[in-house]
């Protein structure tokens, strides 16, 4: 199956979260019979988010990248077929960040892995955690 985790969930695999969401997340991610991917979209928003100070965002955005491939993490690109698929989804949730990932998953037929229970309103696959 080809997962695509949301940008907190990246964040927590990074930064070693614990919890039973985290451990639920990490042990779909690390069954080797999954492709894991991340997305061009989630390391732009670590970039901004980082750049803006937020403690929450506390990786440095190339490092980040760097880990998540080191780690066998395959980069998904951000397309215009992935932008332009974003005028057909629903007004459900308002962070572009997530729409993004919700058009690429949809559009690639990945399964969104995400924390944010608002995006479980969308079609497709997506498993909330």
Do not use: C
């Not at 690390?30 to 750049?51: C, L």
């Not at 308002?94 to 990945?110: C, H, I, N, T, Y």
């Amino acid at each position: 199956m080809n997962l695509l985790p949301d940008t907190q969930l990246l964040l927590w695999a990074a930064e070693s979260s614990e919890g039973p969401r985290v451990r639920e997340a990490a042990a779909l991610m690390s069954d080797p019979a999954n492709r894991i991917y991340f997305s061009a979209a989630s390391i732009w928003e670590v970039a901004i988010k980082f750049a803006q100070g937020r403690a929450d965002f506390k990786f440095e955005p190339r490092m980040l990248r760097r880990a998540l491939i080191d780690n066998g993490y395959l980069e998904l690109p951000v397309t215009s077929e992935h932008g332009a698929a974003v005028a057909a989804l629903p007004p459900v949730h308002k962070d572009p960040f997530d729409r993004l990932l919700v058009a690429q998953a949809m559009s690639e037929g990945f399964t969104l892995l995400t924390t944010d229970r608002v995006l479980a309103g969308y079609p497709g696959p997506i498993r909330v955690f």
